[in-house]
């Protein structure tokens, strides 16, 4: 499908309050919705901790950008030992008729390999805290239970009401939705606020969200389609709070990261699906200027997405 008939679509939801959550609707059709929810979000969050090396114990806390629909992630990184756990996110997404349906799937065993011998809880502790979540009533039970706080909407000047220092601050596939100036503010309290050993680990989706797979795919399209517009035309068509994405890629994420002195320590750029790959000739010249005219064009269609790492 043409995916201006999506961009349209979305367009119209967004001027509803309740857009974004019918434009999330589709998905709860599929059966597995649920299923694939536990698994991902089980496995996401865990291969960014792994992968982060970092060491935490009973005093870590952690800050998660984009909760989301799923308060999994949260969850998991509680269970992984993290004392406090932060989650914000510009719209209030979670539902507890979903977790109730998401946490069933979950076991000791269904946790990603090495979760139990990476957290600092035993495995019977582990099980019994599972256990309990289970039989939670409300998410005001679970937040409690788990020390896991809420903000959504949220301001970053809130987020320093829940703690002036945070040792892991995560996200996952939501930096490319921020614009740049929200982008700038991340990086600017990120580095106010990791701790002395803390690490920030931030997984991106580079490519163009129309090629998405699903019922509206534009099948005809480049996985970099979006680079071929002005930033008039682009933002006539998604700048708007559905489907929004700035478009950047990852020279874009480096050179934030100098600017506020962040290290990074790695970078982990995956293509994660067949590559349709767009003639760097047609990068719009908007596109070049994000990067004050310093890139390589092949360097910005390089990975799908990619892990960063920085500290
Ligand atoms: C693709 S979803 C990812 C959600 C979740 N992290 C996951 O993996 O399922 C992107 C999320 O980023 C959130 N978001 C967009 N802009 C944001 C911002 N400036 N700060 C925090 N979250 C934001 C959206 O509301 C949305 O929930």
């Not at 857009?19 to 929810?37: A, E, T």
């Not at 890629?249 to 067949?274: D, H, I, T």
């Amino acid at each position: 499908m043409n995916w201006h008939i999506k961009a349209a679509l979305q367009k119209i939801l967004a001027l509803s309050q309740i857009g974004d959550r019918l434009n999330h609707m589709p998905v709860l059709f599929n059966k597995k919705y649920h299923s694939n929810v536990y698994q991902y979000q089980t496995y996401e969050c865990f291969r960014k901790f792994e992968g982060s090396k970092i060491q935490i114990d009973e005093t870590s806390n952690a800050l998660e950008i984009g909760t989301g629909y799923s308060v999994l992630s949260p969850v998991c990184l509680a269970l992984l030992g993290f004392n406090k756990v932060v989650t914000v996110d510009i719209s209030r997404d979670l539902t507890f008729s979903s977790f109730r349906k998401q946490i069933e799937f979950m076991q000791v065993s269904s946790l990603p390999r090495d979760f139990v011998s990476k957290s600092i809880y035993s495995e019977i502790v582990l099980k019994q805290k599972i256990e309990n979540i289970k039989k939670v009533r409300s998410f005001d039970e679970l937040f409690e239970y788990l020390n896991i706080v809420y903000l959504a909407p949220y301001k970053f000047e809130e987020i320093e009401k829940e703690s002036l220092k945070f040792d892991y601050i995560v996200s996952q596939v939501v930096l490319e939705h921020m614009p740049p100036k929200q982008l700038e503010l991340l990086f600017f309290y990120t580095k106010k606020w990791l701790s002395e050993n803390g690490i920030a680990v931030h997984c991106i989706n580079f490519i163009d969200h129309f090629a998405n797979p699903g019922f509206f795919q534009d099948k005809s399209i480049s996985e970099f389609n979006f680079l071929k517009y002005s930033d008039k035309y682009w933002d006539f068509w998604s700048g708007n709070s559905i489907a929004y994405t700035n478009r950047l890629s990852f020279p874009y994420y480096v050179q934030l990261a100098k600017k506020y002195n962040l290290n990074v320590k790695s970078f982990n750029g995956e293509n994660y699906r067949k590559r349709v790959e767009l003639d760097t000739e047609l990068i719009h010249p908007d596109i070049l200027r994000n990067y004050n005219g310093v890139v390589n064009k092949d360097e910005i269609m390089k990975y799908q997405r990619g892990t960063f790492v920085m500290s």
